[in-house]
């Protein structure tokens, strides 16, 4: 299929849509409203944040859930996240833009994730970060109930050098059902993970921010490594000798892992194969 047919068949899905929302009605769910012409996503970019859904799927860092999102890039005030879909099911027509309010603004009458608040937080308090991801990270989830903190073993996690808060929603918000399902979550969270590249979120997962979706995923996926790495060590026995901050600033002075990039293209080849 070429480019011009894929683009042809991703607008007569969404005009499908648009049709059947009309008639539906779609109580309740934000009215389709699309995007000014001169403010719509640029496609690439749109593939690149498919391409980090199935990346993130692969890697073993999302499961049925988790979601990643990327600032638009026309129009910083808006993000790009897909509607609730299991991550490695993500196609470019399942891609929804949304304000900074995590108010969706061509859903179409699309079932939205229940956690998407949590992108614009970020956004919002955070004009240097471009992407977000949010996942269940397994090997993470313990070092959000531990008094043990989650340390950089290897230099691929200096990034982590200034350490990584925890999110206690209880302390947040009182007895919840764990999810950051509205904007005052979110807006707690946010302000938890402060300037840091990630927060973990007691007894459900984390949040990992970057500049960029590769670093975002990069992170992602090397703060998973750094947390199996860590617990591997510790049930070694005996003192484990962390990365010294200076040895941290380094990595990060020097670039922080290239920026992902290297592996970016991997991870990209790997999952467009499949
Ligand atoms: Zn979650």
Do not use: C
Not at 26 to 46: N, V
Not at 126 to 150: E, G, I, K, Q, T
């Amino acid at each position: 299929m070429t480019n011009g047919q894929r683009r042809e068949r991703r607008l007569t899905t969404g005009s499908a849509l648009l049709l059947a929302a009309t008639f539906i009605g779609a109580p309740g769910r934000a009215a389709p409203q699309p995007a000014p012409q001169d403010a719509r996503a640029d496609p690439a970019l749109i593939e690149e944040l498919v391409a980090a859904n199935r990346i993130l799927g692969q890697q073993g860092i999302f499961d049925g859930f988790g979601h990643v999102s990327v600032r638009h890039g026309r129009d910083p005030n808006r993000f790009l996240l897909s509607r609730s879909l299991a991550p490695e099911l993500v196609t470019a027509d399942d891609i929804v833009e949304f304000d900074l309010e995590s108010r969706a603004l061509n859903a179409a009458g699309r079932t939205l994730y229940l956690e998407r608040f949590i992108h614009g937080a970020i956004y919002r308090a955070r004009p240097d970060v471009s992407a977000v991801v949010h996942s269940h990270s397994p090997a993470l989830v313990p070092f959000s109930v531990s008094s043990v903190p989650l340390r950089p073993v290897s230099h691929t996690a200096g990034f982590i050098v200034d350490g990584v808060p925890v999110f206690d929603i209880r302390k947040a918000s009182g007895i919840t059902d764990m999810l950051v399902s509205d904007a005052d979550r979110a807006r707690r969270l946010a302000g938890t993970l402060g300037p840091q590249p990630a927060a973990l979120m007691r007894g459900h997962g984390v949040v990992v921010v970057g500049a960029s979706l590769p670093i975002a995923v990069g992170r992602s996926i090397y703060l998973e490594m750094n947390a199996r790495h860590q617990s591997q060590a510790i049930a070694l026995g005996g003192t484990i000798t962390y990365l010294d901050p200076q040895e941290a600033r380094r990595v990060m002075a020097a670039g922080e892992n290239g920026g992902y990039q290297r592996a970016w293209e991997l991870w990209k080849r790997n999952v467009a194969a499949k």
